[in-house]
């Protein structure tokens, strides 16, 4: 197998395994605010240990890795505040799928900060993209699923803006994989115990079987899927992982009917197909990018004799 498809299959192991957390949120029966603190909170010991072992092995994370993790960190607490939030309003899955919208957002923003040029493809798709995002979000439809559907693409759409910042400069860190997991971590679960208050209140003291259902949350999605995550990034383009974590909303949205009954209307659900069929239209063509410099250095030059 070659490295290059070894990268891939990592990282949609990851993906897989983190499509399990919005179902995992809702079967914990707790605050959005708690479940994001102790999904962060609970994988935070076996995190610093196994960076603890990347270090000895590697030596210490430079100062610019460490800055750029725990900025990611922070980005990572809005992203979990406010995806928490989308899924009491609108559902697991249909939360899951406004999240990924990152694919859109990290492709431009790599274009600008990595100089990896979207496709023509991912431009066209995006316009119907978020013609997807107007049928979830209810506007169109008296029977959609959801507490309040709207608000829950307003969380989305906020989700998806932390995610591909934190997508991001995880990418930029560093090349390794534990270390600047657990700095980020650490910090969002800082981050996310400062903020709670403003996110309606975290409970510090949730009872079992809450306990376990987040134990899990933070040791399955969290500590392992993150960790495959983390790995797989800073060794393909931006816009690629992006496209390969579309796996989670779809997987999501299948284990959120299956396991919590939720039943998205006819047009929420069209609004998911339109999504991801844009979604893979715009990426189609995702392959290594090659930098500006790249390109311009194989356009033949002419020379004056």
């Given at each position: 197998m070659s490295a290059h498809r070894r990268i891939l299959l990592i990282a949609?192991?990851?993906?897989?395994?983190?499509?399990?957390?919005?179902p995992l949120v809702r079967l914990s029966g707790v605050s959005p605010a708690t479940s994001a603190l102790f999904r962060c909170a609970y994988a935070v010991p076996?995190?610093?240990?196994?960076?603890?072992l990347e270090r000895r092995r590697f030596g210490p994370l430079s100062a610019?890795?460490?800055?750029?993790?725990?900025?990611?960190g922070l980005l990572f607490a809005f992203d979990l505040l406010f995806w928490h939030h989308a899924i009491d309003y609108v559902g697991a899955g249909l939360a899951t799928v406004l999240g990924n919208l990152q694919v859109f957002i990290v492709a431009f923003a790599a274009w600008a900060v990595f100089r990896e040029r979207p496709s023509n493809r991912l431009m066209v798709a995006t316009p119907v993209v978020f013609a997807g995002v107007a049928l979830i979000s209810g506007l169109f439809?008296?029977?959609?699923?959801?507490?309040?559907?709207?608000?829950?693409v307003v969380f989305g759409v906020a989700t998806s803006l932390a995610?591909?910042?934190?997508?991001?400069?995880m990418k930029a860190g560093s090349d390794r994989t534990v270390g600047p997991l657990a700095h980020a971590t650490t910090v969002a679960t800082l981050?996310?115990?400062a903020l709670s208050p403003v996110f309606g209140g975290a409970d510090f003291t949730p009872s079992w079987p809450a306990h376990g259902w987040l134990l899990l949350l933070a040791l399955g999605p969290q500590l392992l899927g993150w960790s495959l995550i983390t790995y797989s990034l800073p060794k393909q383009p931006a816009a690629l992982t992006a496209l390969l974590l579309l796996v989670q909303p779809m997987t999501t949205v299948a284990l959120s009917a299956v396991a919590l009954g939720e039943h998205p209307s006819p047009l929420q659900l069209a609004g998911c197909v339109v999504i991801v069929l844009g979604v893979l239209y715009g990426?189609?063509?995702?392959?290594?990018?090659?930098?500006?410099?790249?390109?311009?250095a194989q356009v033949p030059k002419t020379s004056i004799v």
């Open positions: 949609v192991a990851g993906a897989l395994i983190i499509s399990t957390s919005a076996p995190l610093l240990v196994m960076a603890w610019r890795s460490r800055y750029l993790a725990w900025a990611a439809d008296s029977a959609a699923y959801g507490a309040n559907p709207l608000l829950g995610y591909a910042g934190f997508l991001l400069l981050a996310i115990a990426s189609r063509r995702a392959q290594p990018a090659r930098t500006v410099a790249e390109q311009d």
